[in-house]
């Protein structure tokens, strides 16, 4: 299985959040990991979409985890940024 560049940058944006607890932006999330602002959008809309990753308005808004860390596991954060994780389509 090769995980692609999409799925590394998801990872370290999960980790990102689970060292950082409070509300992060997505300004500093990107900064710190250094992606684009654009790029780390697309990213965390995928693992909000999958409820890995929520977003709360307002003047201390910004992205934390939708769950505790520990119940994160890293297939989950793939498998919201690539898909279906098997090494060729027929084991799917």
């Known amino acids: 299985m090769k995980i692609s560049t999409k799925g590394i940058y998801a990872l370290?944006?999960?980790?990102?959040?689970?060292?950082?607890?409070?509300?992060?932006?997505?300004?500093?999330?990107a900064r710190r990991?250094?992606?684009?602002?654009?790029?780390?959008?697309?990213?965390?809309k995928e693992l909000k979409d999958q409820g890995l990753v929520i977003s709360l308005r307002g003047a201390h808004g910004g992205y934390c985890l939708g769950r505790d860390a520990g119940e994160i596991t890293?297939?989950?954060?793939?498998?919201?940024?690539?898909?279906?994780?098997?090494?060729v389509e027929c084991l799917t």
Request: zero cysteines; proline letters at 2%; hydrophobic letters at 40%.
């Open 12 to 29: 370290e944006i999960i980790t990102d959040l689970a060292m950082h607890t409070e509300n992060e932006s997505i300004g500093n999330i």
């Open 33 to 44: 990991r250094g992606l684009s602002v654009k790029y780390s959008e697309r990213l965390i």
């Open 74 to 87: 890293v297939r989950e954060v793939l498998q919201a940024e690539e898909g279906e994780l098997a090494p």
